[in-house]
């Protein structure tokens, strides 16, 4: 039994430590909607159902499956990748939904090896998520946050097409050289300029 209370535990400090990174709530000067803003507000609502769900099978959990093992794995990735990408923005982070009007390209760290390490590091932690609330609650919790996760992961998908195109438009050629050197969600390619002789 200590073993699911060490699970429990270090579960519950993984995903404390995600939403205190995802859930950036400043406005910023210059910040422009991706998405309309009532949608935004939508997200950030539903962001707490699937939370809810996961604290209650965290809580009620009586056993550890290896299913659970690699949901771990999974939210102990993206959040590690939320964690970098919001460090390595600094300054230049917005809330999901959003833009700045004048964006700077920011190609270090974690972003010299993934485009969109936030978006893709909040897939993962959803997927880890779900192998957890899907197979320890009962269909009444489980459909609700599969539900509010579609929206969330359908809300992200058209954001980051959006922030691209946006990058693309306002940043021109350094963005293009940027786009053809890194993957927009797998460290497959490193971003480093290479000088022809």
């Known amino acids: 039994m200590e073993y699911v209370f060490a699970f429990q535990f270090c579960q519950a400090i993984v995903a404390i430590t995600f939403a205190v990174f995802i859930l950036d709530f400043k406005r910023k000067v210059g910040m422009v909607p991706l998405i309309s803003e009532k949608w935004t507000y939508v997200l950030k609502l539903l962001l707490l159902v699937p939370m809810f769900v996961y604290a209650y099978s965290l809580i009620t959990l009586d056993g550890v499956l290896p299913v659970g093992l690699f949901g771990f794995g999974l939210t102990l990735l993206g959040t590690f990748l939320v964690v970098k990408a919001k460090v ?110």
């Open 88 to 197: 390595d923005l600094a300054r230049h982070h917005t809330w999901t939904g959003f833009c700045m009007d004048a964006p700077k390209l920011v190609a270090h760290g974690i972003y010299s090896y993934i485009r969109h390490p936030l978006y893709a590091g909040v897939y993962l932690f959803v997927f880890g998520l779900m192998s957890t609330v899907v197979l320890r609650t009962s269909w009444f919790l489980a459909v609700p946050a599969t539900v509010a996760l579609v929206y969330i992961l359908s809300f992200l998908a058209v954001s980051a097409s959006r922030e691209t195109k946006i990058l693309e438009k306002k940043l021109g050629q350094e963005f293009a050289e940027y786009k053809e050197q890194v993957h927009f969600c797998l460290p497959l390619r490193k971003y480093v300029k290479q000088e022809k002789t």
